[in-house]
């Protein structure tokens, strides 16, 4: 029986306040090994780690039934896996760590996963030791998708591969973060929910698995302890970490639109503008609208866009920026800057929801097109210009939650907070 498992990175309550224990896929322990991780609610079957185990692909839930996949695990041919678990026995695993000597910046890989909450309760962490991990070239991107037609919406480009599954092959994974797909030498295909699986699933990823687009990671992604004693004793999520949920909307347009107050003349470039005269106020979710600056000369709506849809309804046919606009339009004789804020991973989708809008409805074009996209690293750049800010309380944090954001997925996003929590949580113990 041939597997492939796919196993969901940076799930569950691991990215709030624990250190993300699936980061050791990103890294080779002290003695060059590649470990990888899977976490799992209840029992994961021997049979699954196995030698007929063909990959583990890495995959990163964008909505609903669309995934993206961010990496492939070929496990070596001598590996072994060690269980962290209420069904296991810890000292066991302890006592197998001890001996292999799996540690990273001389910690072992058992303290790192101590630090999560959820370890003694009822968490359980397998770490898969020995093989390669492999990811995509850079801008390569492979989603999985429920729905081909909604993925060519908001993903379609020439460096995209889309692959539509069944819904049930996506489907809510209840109490585990990994699904298995297993096809024997007599062509019958199963998973861990369905007897048989006449679309072939399996084939699908097998088929991804097997693509000569890989490139190894284990190379470049070695812990270096130079970077850390960088760090060391620095409280590196500040704000962030205390708002706990900085990527929501009304947190960010908060904090950005009060620098805007403070330093109106730092955003005038970024905004676009020639001759805006004075600030006369900034104002946060008049009309709905996250961020209304008005200068004396021009008015610019900036509409931040990090998890909501531009999307009203399900029809695509409505959109709240031609709502704001046509407010604005009607109460402001003034010059008008329409600008959408978003992450770089965001922008693509963006723009394909906005021409599917159209498309739809034609009579919209003329709002939509008002509007300019401008990305959060554009929003770095910017920022890293000004210098008469980086005195200001927060301002560092708010760059450093910027910079989060200017990366060209989501999971990278993702992948860059975990860095900080396991390296700071390494360094802290040096």
Request: glycine letters at 6%; aromatic letters at 12%.
């Amino acid at each position: 029986m041939k597997t492939i498992l796919l196993n969901a990175m940076f799930a569950g309550t691991f990215g709030e306040k624990n250190i993300d224990g699936e980061i050791i896929n990103f890294y080779l322990d002290d003695n060059g090994i590649q470990n990888y991780f899977i976490p799992e609610y209840g029992y994961l079957p021997d049979s699954v780690i196995s030698d007929n185990m063909v990959a583990i692909l890495m995959i990163s839930k964008i909505d609903g039934y669309t995934f993206e996949i961010i990496g492939k695990y070929v496990p070596g041919a001598n590996g072994s896996y060690v269980a962290h678990s209420i069904k296991h026995d810890i000292q066991i695993s302890n006592d197998f760590i001890s001996q292999n000597h799996i540690t990273y910046g001389g910690i072992p890989l058992n303290d790192i996963y101590a630090t999560n909450t959820s370890v003694a309760k009822n968490f359980s962490l397998i770490s898969y030791r020995g093989g390669t991990v492999y990811f995509l070239p850079p801008q390569k991107r492979i989603i999985l998708a429920g729905s081909y037609e909604s993925a060519m919406r908001d993903f379609s480009n020439d460096n995209t591969d889309i692959y539509e599954l069944k819904e049930y092959s996506l489907a809510k994974w209840g109490s585990k973060n990994y699904r298995v797909f297993s096809k024997d030498n007599k062509g019958c295909y199963k998973n861990s929910t369905h007897c048989t699986d006449s679309y072939n699933t399996y084939d699908i990823l097998e088929g991804i698995v097997n693509d000569d687009i890989w490139i190894t990671g284990n190379s470049k992604y070695n812990m270096d302890i130079s970077m850390l004693d960088k760090i060391r004793n620095v409280d590196y999520l500040g704000i962030n970490h205390i708002m706990e949920g900085s990527h929501v909307e009304l947190l960010s347009s908060n904090w950005l639109a009060h620098y805007i107050n403070m330093s109106p003349e730092n955003f005038i470039d970024f905004f676009g503008l020639s001759n805006p005269g004075r600030l006369v106020s900034v104002k946060r979710e008049k009309e709905n609208i996250d961020i209304l600056v008005e200068f004396e000369n021009i008015i610019v709506v900036v509409e931040n866009k990090i998890k909501s849809s531009i999307v009203e309804n399900s029809s695509g046919f409505s959109c709240q920026l031609e709502k704001y606009y046509n407010y604005i339009e009607s109460n402001f004789t003034k010059a008008k800057k329409y600008i959408v804020l978003c992450p770089d991973y965001k922008k693509r989708q963006i723009e394909n929801q906005i021409t599917t809008i159209k498309s739809n409805n034609p009579l919209s074009s003329i709002a939509l097109d008002s509007y300019i996209i401008k990305t959060y690293s554009e929003l770095k750049s910017n920022c890293l210009k000004h210098t008469n800010l980086s005195y200001a309380r927060y301002y560092i944090d708010l760059i450093d939650f910027i910079d989060d954001h200017s990366t060209l997925c989501e999971h990278d996003k993702k992948k860059k907070l975990s860095e900080k929590r396991f390296s700071h949580n390494i360094a802290i113990k040096l």
